[in-house]
């Protein structure tokens, strides 16, 4: 098997993907990253890509932002994306990495006007990024979420993670496994990599985008598995931290660490400390939904077959 990426505006091995080391988003974070997840269907023989369109229609807006024009619809890069993963021929699950960037290889310039601008997409097999089965142990992270007059938060532009990547080692280095972050008001943002969510008093809360939270993909998701699945309410609304000690389930969700319960938060047990049967049920739908095997939700799932040599 050769994994390939698209780079440059043609489809080459991995390893020849590459950018030089003057390239001014090496230097600055100027890019605009997506993470979408391939899951294998061994049954099916195909591996089916998690909201594909979603994710690049945010990316594009990312790039609006970052001033990086690109020569490819949002169907443009779902179907150069398809190529590149039957080219590839994965029988396992993947995680992709489509990066827009500002590729002019000129240093000491902080402009993002008079900058040439690139796009390359990869795939590389990708197993669990958080145990899904066992209860996250959680700490609330002493560095705040970025505000969005400073950056950004809505989209997924590469500086911006310097603050995820911040709190996640501290958290890990503490001996949790994950942070979660406030915003300058005190207000629950997320996580480091995910969106987060609570149940208590018969309702799935979730904090509003307002408080700097990525609109993410999964987080729309369950939001309407939850409406239409399990008929239970979720608002968004403000959240302060001490709300999440006194929930009955908490969870996590993200393109990468799919649906993960929190079992504690700062060492106070959330609940019984296990997953709770709405975070189970969630997950069990969650999981069916993303793997093509449930026909009602199999528009959220585009398809791709590996090629054989």
Known sequence: MTVVAFHKGE????????????THAFHYGTAVFEGVRG??????????????????????????IMRIKLPYSSQDLCDITVEMVERSGFTQDIYIRPIAYKAEERVAYLNLGGLGDGFTVMAVPFGRYIDTEAPAKCCTSSWRRMEDTVIPPHVKISGLYVNSILAKTEAMAAGFDEAILLNDKGYVSEGSGENIFIYRNGQ??????????????TRSCIMDITRNELGTQVVERHIPRSELYLAEEV?????????TAVGSLDNQTIGDGQ????????????????RGKNPKYLHWCTPATPRVA
Do not use: S
């Open 204 to 217: 799935l809360a979730t904090p509003p985008l307002v408080d700097n939270v990525l609109p993410g993909i």
């Open 39 to 64: 899951n294998w269907n061994a049954e099916h023989g195909r591996m089916y890509i998690f909201r594909l369109e979603e994710h690049y229609d945010r990316l594009l807006a990312g790039c609006k």
């Open 11 to 22: 489809f080459v091995p991995l390893e020849q993907a590459t950018i030089g080391i003057m």
């Open 251 to 259: 969870f996590l969700t993200g393109t990468a660490a799919h649906l």
């Open 275 to 290: 997953m709770g049967p709405r975070t189970r049920r969630l997950q069990d739908l969650y999981f069916d939904i993303v």
